[in-house]
């Protein structure tokens, strides 16, 4: 049984809170087998296009009537809400055929949706060791090319002060998974909290919600971390990676560096953000490497395999063999 990235990030989520295989199973919906296969799934990179255009769903006609259902039910005592089963009889009732497994898919889907954008806004101001906070920082860069400006990605750890910096020429999903990728092999674990300061390459917000993109829901749940998104009005909820934003810029790249090959830079980059450790920190009880190994013990183990962070389009190609900008099914390629 194949499920969606929500189901599999229920199911993960309820293991880290303490629930066994018997009782996970018993609220999903699912059986044990199917519980134990994804609490061990080590590789949820995404996976190249397939040539097999999926076909019409039975239930897309009744998905607005579902829609509709799930948000009167946001103003009802949640033991009165509908069920997956319940909507099921009502969609019968206007003609629906199919089975019940669509029907409890796509419920699971729309509530876990719903969930993320209610908690979007949730921030912890006090910061235990491990968390990190993530932001996108701008600086000029002489490369092969000219003077060029470009972004660079930091990671910072508040408890500690300690931070990781990486250089791109993007903002986009690939490039933030594949920065948090090389700072957590560097630092060997994964931070089980990462709150970032707006959506940027990671989602998009939609009203005061934030909705993740496709590759880093995927990146989050084979790490098996967290995300929250700071409210852009608030100012005081991601004060500490905005200083550390500047702090970089202007103890990094100033006077302006040269980059040859970025790989080889950001290579670089990691050897000196460690050199960093040796400053003392501001509320005491030691240097910035110091409690950073506090940090260190709360991290998550690194996953078996890594994270391919990539994502897969295809694209229709005209006789003269050039991709149109329009994505399209796997069987035009052929």
């Known amino acids: 049984m194949m499920l969606d990235m929500p189901q599999i990030d229920d ?26 296969k994804f609490l061990g799934e080590v590789d949820l990179s995404p996976t190249p296009p397939v040539d097999k255009a999926p076909g019409p769903s039975k239930l897309d006609p009744y998905k607005p009537e579902i ?8 103003h009802v005592w949640r033991k009165q809400r509908h069920t997956a089963r319940r909507i099921l009889d009502e969609i019968r009732e206007m003609g629906y055929d199919g089975g019940y497994t669509l029907v409890q898919q796509y419920v699971a889907v729309r509530k876990a949706q719903a969930r993320d954008g209610a908690g979007a806004e949730f921030l912890e101001l006090e910061w235990s ?33 300690m931070s990781w910096f990486q250089v791109f020429r993007g903002t986009t999903a690939e490039c ?39 590759l880093f829901r995927r990146f989050r749940l084979h790490h098996g971390l967290e995300a929250r998104f700071c ?18 810029r202007s103890n990094v790249f100033v006077p302006v560096p040269r980059v040859g090959d970025l790989r080889a830079y950001n290579e670089g980059l990691l050897g000196v953000a460690d050199r960093f450790a040796e400053r003392e920190h501001w509320r005491g009880g030691g240097t910035w490497g110091e409690l950073f190994a506090e940090d260190r013990t709360a991290l998550l183990p690194l996953p078996a395999r890594p994270f391919s962070c990539v994502t897969w389009e295809v694209r229709r190609c005209d006789k003269w063999g050039y991709a149109t900008e329009y994505p399209f099914s796997a069987t035009a390629l052929s």
């Open 231 to 248: 409210n852009p009005y608030a100012g005081h909820e991601k004060g500490h990676v905005e200083r550390k934003v500047a702090f970089v």
């Open 67 to 74: 829609d509709r259902i799930l948000e009167e039910d946001r």
């Open 11 to 36: 199911i993960r989520r309820l293991w880290s809170e303490g629930l066994n295989v018997s009782e996970i199973a018993r609220r999903t919906g699912h059986d044990r087998k199917t519980v134990r």
């Open 129 to 161: 060791p491990g968390a990190a906070q993530v932001d996108f920082g701008e600086a000029d860069f002489d490369a092969p090319g000219g003077r060029e400006r470009m972004y660079f990605l930091v990671v910072s750890f508040p408890h500690s002060s």
């Open 176 to 214: 933030v998974c594949q920065g948090l990728s090389d700072v957590f092999a560097h630092v060997g674990g994964v931070p089980p909290m990462l709150v970032f300061d707006n959506a940027t390459g990671v989602g998009r917000r939609v009203a005061d919600g934030v909705r993740e993109s496709s």
